[in-house]
């Protein structure tokens, strides 16, 4: 997420591998497209 949290990276990934990159906190890397924010979900 960027500082002004307006864009993202986001991974050509499938569902599966997806989870798998977050349950590894996977960093960024070149393949990743970085993306606009068009909404934030989440709880504190």
Known sequence: LSADKKKCY???YNKRKILKAISKTEEPN?????????QIFGTA
């Open 10 to 12: 986001w991974p050509p």
């Open 30 to 38: 070149e393949n990743w497209e970085f993306l606009n924010v068009i």
